[in-house]
């Protein structure tokens, strides 16, 4: 285990990106745990409340990310600096990501269904830095051969119609596909050739003189949040808990 890991992670500079992540989905999961508890009123944990007004923790988070970020960029890929900062600013994205819902809606959104929204960033984004630590580049340049980075006229085609299908899948409501294909060649074509999502800009701008079309996206749509919606939502309440009944604050 110690041989692999210095092996592939040590070595490559992977270090300081494996410690992001790391501390990313602790700190996600300790705040949730923290959370569940000020909910419950169980603990010593409270709301910090300073002259009456609510400081979320996406405020020391962005000021940790800020932080972990600039120093991770100054002390480039080795060394403790670099370590350090990866760790701080995975603490602090963790923070942030945790309110996503909170900055998406401007709301005290947490603990309602808005708030799911959350959780969803959080597995994205853990996948997507999953995705990178395991050797995958954005738009797949490091999978060319020499030969084909030396053509300019392949590597340039190659980046403009991955891009092209990242555009479509995004227009047709599929994000997370969409910033697959970032990372991965062509893994959005899968979105950019099926049908778009019912309330997608691409359904409403396409669809709206196609009724076959627009009948066969919500037929797909129902079928598959009738399928996937309630091991998804078990999902995300085992992870970030179960939403109040009514939109009340933490």
């Not at 501390?23 to 996600?28: A, C, G, K």
């Not at 947490?110 to 959350?118: D, K, L, V």
């Not at 980046?159 to 995004?170: E, H, K, M, P, R």
């Given at each position: 285990?110690?041989?692999?890991?210095?092996?592939?992670?040590?070595?490559?500079?992977?270090?300081?990106?494996?410690?992001?992540?790391?501390?990313?989905?602790?700190?996600?999961?300790?705040?949730?745990?923290?959370?569940?508890?000020?909910?419950?009123?169980?603990?010593?944990?409270?709301?910090?409340?300073?002259?009456?007004?609510?400081?979320?923790?996406?405020?020391?988070?962005?000021?940790?990310?800020?932080?972990?970020?600039?120093?991770?960029?100054?002390?480039?890929?080795?060394?403790?600096?670099?370590?350090?900062?990866?760790?701080?600013?995975?603490?602090?994205?963790?923070?942030?990501?945790?309110?996503?819902?909170?900055?998406?809606?401007?709301?005290?959104?947490?603990?309602?269904?808005?708030?799911?929204?959350?959780?969803?960033?959080?597995?994205?984004?853990?996948?997507?830095?999953?995705?990178?630590?395991?050797?995958?580049?954005?738009?797949?340049?490091?999978?060319?051969?020499?030969?084909?980075?030396?053509?300019?006229?392949?590597?340039?085609?190659?980046?403009?119609?991955?891009?092209?299908?990242?555009?479509?899948?995004?227009?047709?409501?599929?994000?997370?596909?969409?910033?697959?294909?970032?990372?991965?060649?062509?893994?959005?074509?899968?979105?950019a050739v099926r049908l778009a999502?019912?309330?997608?800009?691409?359904?409403?701008?396409?669809?709206?003189?196609?009724?076959?079309?627009?009948?066969?996206?919500?037929?797909?749509?129902?079928?598959?949040?009738?399928?996937?919606?309630?091991?998804?939502?078990?999902?995300?309440?085992?992870?970030?808990?179960?939403?109040?009944?009514?939109?009340?604050?933490?």
């Amino acid at each position: 285990m110690g041989s692999w890991f210095s092996t592939n992670i040590v070595e490559p500079g992977k270090l300081p990106m494996f410690l992001a992540l790391a501390s990313f989905v602790l700190t996600f999961l300790i705040t949730r745990v923290i959370t569940r508890m000020i909910r419950a009123g169980r603990g010593p944990f409270r709301n910090i409340t300073p002259g009456g007004v609510h400081i979320h923790h996406v405020v020391p988070g962005v000021i940790l990310t800020l932080v972990g970020g600039f120093g991770a960029v100054g002390s480039g890929q080795h060394g403790v600096t670099a370590s350090v900062c990866a760790v701080i600013f995975g603490i602090g994205a963790g923070l942030v990501l945790d309110e996503f819902a909170l900055i998406v809606h401007i709301d005290d959104v947490y603990w309602t269904e808005e708030g799911r929204q959350s959780v969803e960033a959080v597995i994205v984004a853990t996948a997507l830095a999953m995705l990178v630590l395991s050797g995958f580049s954005p738009l797949g340049v490091d999978s060319l051969t020499p030969d084909e980075r030396q053509n300019r006229a392949t590597l340039i085609s190659t980046l403009v119609l991955n891009f092209l299908l990242v555009i479509v899948t995004l227009f047709k409501g599929k994000p997370q596909l969409a910033l697959m294909g970032t990372l991965v060649p062509f893994v959005a074509i899968f979105g950019a050739v099926r049908l778009a999502k019912p309330t997608s800009p691409w359904a409403r701008r396409f669809y709206r003189r196609r009724p076959k079309s627009r009948a066969r996206a919500w037929v797909r749509a129902y079928r598959h949040d009738r399928r996937w919606d309630g091991p998804r939502r078990k999902f995300q309440d085992l992870i970030g808990g179960t939403p109040d009944p009514e939109r009340v604050g933490r």
